[in-house]
């Protein structure tokens, strides 16, 4: 009996412990779960002040960066008109045919501090007429260091309207670049226009290296827009072509692949532009001309125009320029005799570069610089 009643008694000091340490269990646990919503809390305020930090620290950089690639578009576009005031003052000498390099060198630092305003948030220029298609990619070709080893096929009778042509012509020499960057210097870029049902695509085939799955995958995300990196995430040396594309395509309501294979095994780039954006050409497309006829021609284009105090034309208020627009093959390789350089005097920039071009007899295209106000 007595052993009964001290087994009685230890089993129940047992329950009685045993709900003590129950009820401790869950006072940790709730204890645990409270310290564990806290630091999740504090977690959160951290990494929303981090984000908020990082925020501001892009915006501010991209600030910077706005700033200073308006800068440098503005010494660009001082320096071309240097140039002209440099070609209307010693005519046709045959010295300034090494204003060439510079002019050309000029284009493609617009280029970038272009694409690296865009980048930050700034507007591209506006134009307030159609450009012709073909002209527009050869104001890309223009605007790249291995201009020379571009070739468009065809011409077509097609016109980009005036709300695609900055950055349409900007997006194309992004793909060129890249096309010659990622492939032999002496490789072949083929760009050719084919209409699909309603669309219009400006195909561009290099012979460089294919694309992994990996980096197909990546440029298709920066190219949709879907993607928008960072400015701390392009690299040390910092690559904003695919990242420029895709935003401006996004923006303008076209679209660029360039998961596909050219017929060099490279890549193949193309720009598929909606019936919003293109048209139809008024007048027929140029034709392959002499640079004497290509004077003309140029005159012709804009003889209706008013024109700056440099002589150059004024296509209206805030119209994005087609700068930096090389001549065809055919054109580039017809010399002229050396009297005709000085016919070039006071016909702009353009007309000089291929006059004094065809005195050197050298493979470097021409360019047809319009000044925007």
């Keep these: 009996m007595v052993l009964f009643v001290r ?3 230890l089993g129940e000091k047992k329950r009685r412990s045993e709900a003590a ?11 645990l779960a409270y310290a564990r919503a806290e630091l999740q809390k504090h977690r959160d305020e951290y990494e929303g002040t981090i ?41 046709g000498h045959p010295v300034l045919a090494d204003l060439l390099d510079v002019n050309h060198a000029n284009a493609q630092m617009a280029r970038k501090a272009q694409g690296i305003a865009v980048m930050c948030g700034a507007p591209l220029g506006r ?27 065809q011409q077509g009778g097609l016109a980009l309207k005036a709300s695609a042509v900055a950055p349409v012509a900007l997006a194309v020499a992004e793909l060129l670049d890249n096309a010659a960057s990622f492939s032999q210097h002496d490789a072949p870029i083929e760009v050719t226009f084919q209409r699909v049902q309603s669309n219009l695509c400006i195909v561009i085939d290099d012979a460089g290296v294919s694309m992994s799955d990996e980096d197909r995958q990546r440029a298709t995300a920066l190219l949709s827009g879907d993607l928008v990196p960072q400015l701390s995430q392009l690299g040390n040396q910092p690559k904003f072509g695919f990242p420029v594309v895709g935003l401006i395509a996004r923006q303008y309501g076209f679209k660029v692949d360039v998961t596909g294979v050219s017929r060099y095994g490279g890549v193949r780039a193309v720009v598929l532009l909606p019936e919003e954006l293109w048209t139809m050409e008024e007048t027929p497309p140029p034709v392959e001309e002499t640079p004497v006829a290509n004077i003309r021609r140029v005159e012709s284009r804009s003889q209706n125009t008013s024109r700056t105090m440099h002589g150059l034309p004024k296509r209206g208020a805030r119209q994005a320029p087609i700068a930096s627009v090389p001549d065809s093959p055919a054109a580039r390789t017809a010399p002229r005799a050396p009297e005709e350089t000085g016919r070039t ?9 291929r006059g004094t071009l065809s005195g050197r007899n050298l493979d470097t295209p021409s360019f047809e610089g319009f000044e925007d106000e």
């Design 127 to 153: 134009r307030n007429k159609p450009a012709s298609v073909y002209d527009v990619v050869r104001s890309a070709q223009g605007q790249i260091r291995n201009f020379h080893r571009v070739e468009i096929m």
């Design 7 to 9: 087994s009685r008694g």
């Design 51 to 91: 984000r908020e930090a990082e925020q501001a620290a892009e915006e501010s950089t991209k600030a910077v960066l706005k700033g200073a690639a308006r800068f440098l578009q503005s010494l660009a576009a001082e320096q071309t008109t240097l140039l002209d005031d440099i070609q209307r003052k010693y005519g």
């Design 345 to 353: 005097s006071g016909r702009g920039l353009g007309a000089f570069q």
């Design 21 to 31: 340490l129950t009820r401790q269990m869950h006072a940790a646990e709730s204890q």
